[in-house]
Nanobody
Framework: QVQLVESGGGWVQPGGSLRLSCAASGSIFSINAMGWYRQAPGKERELVAAITSGVSTNYADSVKGRFTISRDNAKNTVYLQMNSLKPEDTAVYYC??????????????WGQGTQVTVSS
């Protein structure tokens, strides 16, 4: 089993910045992709940003140029630097990892979620 623990959420004014962190632990053989999703009230969960083990990245159009995803493979940790935050970025942010405990099968794992609120 793999556990994901997120940190770094909170309240910030429009235009401000936050940095989310997510550390994976447990029985980890390897982690393929890691990423961040978010879910606002009344909306479906959506991809925010993802990064592969080879550090190829993918961003939602709504966050391109404002958010940066990075990864420390040695620490099994993924980060999301969020700049120029807007009220529409308000959501619960979930960490995701596609990981294997054996190297044979990969499964999707999710963190518990961290609230990000952008308001004045």
């Amino acid at each position: 089993q793999v556990q994901l623990v997120e940190s770094g959420g909170g309240w910030v004014q429009p235009g401000g910045s936050l940095r989310l962190s997510c550390a994976a632990s447990g029985s980890i053989f390897s982690i393929n992709a890691m990423g961040w999703y978010r879910q606002a009230p009344g909306k479906e969960r959506e991809l925010v940003a993802a990064i592969t083990s080879g550090v190829s990245t993918n961003y939602a159009d709504s966050v391109k140029g404002r958010f940066t995803i990075s990864r420390d493979n040695a620490k099994n940790t993924v980060y999301l630097q969020m700049n120029s935050l807007k009220p529409e970025d308000t959501a619960v942010y979930y960490c995701h990892a596609k990981a294997s405990s054996t190297g044979r099968y990969y499964f999707n794992y999710w963190g518990q979620g961290t609230q990000v609120t952008v308001s004045s």
